[in-house]
Structure formats: structure tokens, C-alpha cells
């Protein structure tokens, strides 16, 4: 199971794959089990938003098992956290802000250690 960080500019975590743009991070969703998802909203000037992604993932009943929101736009949180809590599972958990260190420091311990 693999960790998503979705961001146009911000460092990605250790143990966690990139996705840069709305295109990318369906392809991985769509392509593969996930366990942590961790969205931005704004992703780039004129570009379509991390909203697209939580859409996609409620039109196909695509869900990795935990959500964080760690974009600065309030505003584009809680529209995603809106959607996704009236869509999502009940076994996914849906987490209204940034990954706390301890999550992003396991899944960097767990990549380390090939699982």
C-alpha cells in the first residue's frame, strides 16, 4: 500500500509519492491501493484543484483508507472535507487538517523499511 502527497510546490514527505497536478494524482488513486492521501487545494495558477481529485474519488468510489487536507486555502478545505465527509466510507478517516509529524515519520520508517 502506498502513501500520495499531492502539492504543485511544497517538498514531498519521505515515504509518501508525488503528485504535482490533478492528472497525476488520479492516476495513481485509480492505479493503486492507498493508505494515505494527503490533498492540496490549489494546484497552480489556472489549473484545476484538489477538489477535482476528491470528485473523482466520489464518482468512482475510489478511497485510500485515511485523508489529510494540508492546504492553506480554508476556503478549498472546506469544500473537499465537505464532499468527501458526505461520500466517503465509514472505514475511511477523514482528517480536517495537516498530517501531524508522528504520521509523516512512520510512513518514512515504514519506506525504509520496504513495507
Do not use: W
Not at 492505479?31 to 484543484?49: A, F, K, R
Not at 478549498?76 to 465527509?85: D, I, V
Not at 465509514?90 to 520508517?109: K, T
Amino acid at each position: 500500500m502506498r502513501h500520495v502527497y499531492v502539492d504543485d510546490y511544497r517538498a514531498c514527505p519521505s515515504g509518501f509519492l508525488l503528485a504535482r497536478n490533478v492528472e497525476e494524482a488520479i492516476l495513481l488513486i485509480a492505479n493503486m491501493e492507498i493508505g494515505i492521501l494527503s490533498l492540496d487545494y490549489d494546484l497552480g495558477y489556472d489549473q484545476p484543484t484538489g477538489l477535482e481529485i476528491v470528485r473523482y474519488m466520489t464518482e468512482h468510489g475510489v478511497f485510500p483508507q485515511e485523508v489529510y487536507l494540508h492546504t492553506s486555502s480554508e476556503a478549498g478545505r472546506m469544500q473537499m472535507y465537505r464532499l468527501l465527509s458526505q461520500h466517503a466510507p465509514s472505514h475511511v478517516q477523514l482528517h480536517y487538517g495537516a498530517m501531524p509529524d508522528e504520521v509523516r515519520e512512520e510512513a518514512a520508517r515504514q519506506a525504509k523499511l520496504g513495507g
